[in-house]
């Protein structure tokens, strides 16, 4: 889109910082708190993925855009973040088997954005001030009026938001006459979180974020899976309480991301908010069980205390971020029950992970016999 074309949009931060830019997608004002994502392509995953959802998202590389949109590259029922900020957002786009733009798509989807910001300059602020609110706007430019309604927003440390982006009713995916059954509980599942599953022959059902457990295991399901999902964690006491109710079940479980947070807690292991946590493609972790490392897909504001997991008399550290040494993945040495920070699924994203899936199989598979 020419740039006369577009009008002006502004972005301020928490801390006062203020970015002019150029409107995109949907008009109007939205706020968040605002991340970073460094991943150069699947921004349309990224978009639809529900553990965004409350959040303003920088897509760090300089051209997102640019091979548009389809409808079979989603992740949930839609976008989940609550704006976008770039540096070059692309309305024209080369991928023949596209269904539309990225500019339409997101005015579709009524998700204000903002380009033309220096992002390289913006990420740089973000990783030394750390994770903020932020409002964007194309209505005004009045400074002093976007601060009043940012000073209203509420912070993501305490903010329950798993149960928003739930499923309302439960859904079954994959074959019936399959002899390996998994319970999923939804925090904010990815699609292809439960697709990986069904590739492996499992027949799953999801059940919304706050099912009693007694409904859940009228599916008589030969394992748990503990899903991924946005805000913090720490005030889910609904879900903290139905994986502790889960454990005592002693099937397997496995959880990713929200789900390994949500085990940490269920077994006494605080988490905390990360200063501006961990969102990308290319994050390095070591296996600390093979030696192996991986490159995986991440996307997470709140981690597991690590000195609290290294008290923890019945928890192992099965993962590191070789970035920063946090912890990345865990299992019980009482329980067949095992999680991860990082997302194994990796839509987008390399597949170093995917072993994970086939490991919670077999885990289910030898539990059985």
């Known amino acids: 889109m020419a740039a006369t074309a577009q009008p002006t949009a502004i972005l301020v931060l928490a801390d006062g910082s203020v970015y002019y830019g150029k409107a995109f997608g949907a008009k109007g004002t939205t706020t968040g ?39 079979s590259d989603v992740e949930s029922s839609g976008v ?12 024209q786009f080369s991928r023949k088997t596209a269904n ?116 859940v295991k009228a599916f008589s399901p030969d394992g748990y899976f503990i899903s991924n999902g946005p805000g913090d964690p720490a005030p889910m006491d609904y879900a903290i309480s139905t994986v502790k109710e889960i454990l005592k079940e002693n099937k397997p479980l496995f959880g990713i991301c929200l789900g390994h947070q949500l085990l940490a807690l269920a077994n006494g292991i605080p988490t905390f908010k990360m ?24 996307n997470h504001g709140f981690g597991v205390d690590p000195e609290a997991v290294k008290k923890a008399g019945n928890v192992e550290i099965t993962h590191v971020n070789l970035n920063d040494q946090s912890i990345e993945g865990i299992r019980l040495k009482d329980k067949p029950a095992f999680s991860v920070q990082y997302h194994p699924e990796a839509t987008p994203g390399p597949h170093d992970s995917r072993y994970l899936f086939d490991d919670f199989i077999a885990l289910i598979k030898k539990h059985k016999n």
């Open 33 to 71: 708190e605002i991340c970073f994502n460094t991943g150069m392509t699947g921004y349309q995953e990224v978009f639809t993925d529900p553990s965004y959802y409350g959040q303003v998202l920088i897509m760090n590389n300089a051209h997102i855009g640019n091979y548009g949109v389809k409808e």
């Open 80 to 91: 989940k973040i609550k704006g976008l900020i770039g540096r070059n957002l692309e309305e």
């Open 100 to 215: 539309g733009s990225m500019d339409e798509y997101l005015r579709q989807q009524n998700i204000v954005c903002i380009e033309s910001v220096d992002t390289r300059s913006l990420v740089e602020h973000v990783r030394k001030q750390g994770a903020m609110n932020c409002i964007i706007s194309t209505e005004t430019t009045d400074i002093e009026e976007l601060k009043k309604q940012l000073a209203a927003v509420p912070s993501m440390d305490g903010l329950e938001l798993a149960s928003k982006v739930s499923v309302d009713k439960a859904y079954e995916v994959g074959d019936t006459a399959s002899t390996v059954r998994i319970a999923v509980m939804d925090y904010g599942i990815k699609k292809n979180i439960v697709q990986c599953m069904v590739d492996r022959g499992a027949f799953v059902k999801v059940f919304p974020a706050k099912t009693p457990l007694a409904e």
């Open 275 to 298: 200063h501006h946590g961990h969102r990308g493609l290319n994050h390095p972790v070591k296996n600390l069980v093979t030696g192996r490392s991986e490159i995986t897909t991440q």
